[in-house]
């Protein structure tokens, strides 16, 4: 009987070993996690403004520059000197003049098992949509050409 037990390891003498290592790789990986999005936090919010204000160029047609406002409680504009992403934000484009040719603002709605997020031309003058454009143009873009050929659409 006592040479049977010669060649098994007595119980419990790897399991503490174990879970040491795979709490030590969690925490290692969680940190990694972490130290990735804190990181990168700044640039992808950078980007996104960034990709927002080329937007803005296409479905705005003839302005040189942008300006970013933002929506207040009582209903009034303000221009925004910092970006927030959690405000609402309106962008106004303008030609070489100085002159508004067209606010453009978001909107998004749960829509084809998805969030679809839209940006819109608007000029204040004619009172009337003069461009769009999907933010997820990769997911909707069948909906966004099919929208596009129908006939009252102002584009």
Known sequence: MSDQNKGIAPEGSGEKKMIFAMATIGIICAFLIVVTYESTKVTIENNRAKALEDAVFQVIPGITKTKTFQLNPDQTFTEMTTNNP?????????????????????????????VLSLLFGYDPEQQKIIGFMFSKAKKHRVLEIKLRKIHFWPI
């Not at 508004?100 to 829509?111: I, L, W």
């Open 86 to 114: 959690k405000v609402q934000k309106v962008l106004a484009g303008y030609d070489d003049q100085g002159v508004c040719k067209g606010v453009a603002f978001q909107g998004s709605g749960k829509a084809y098992g998805d």
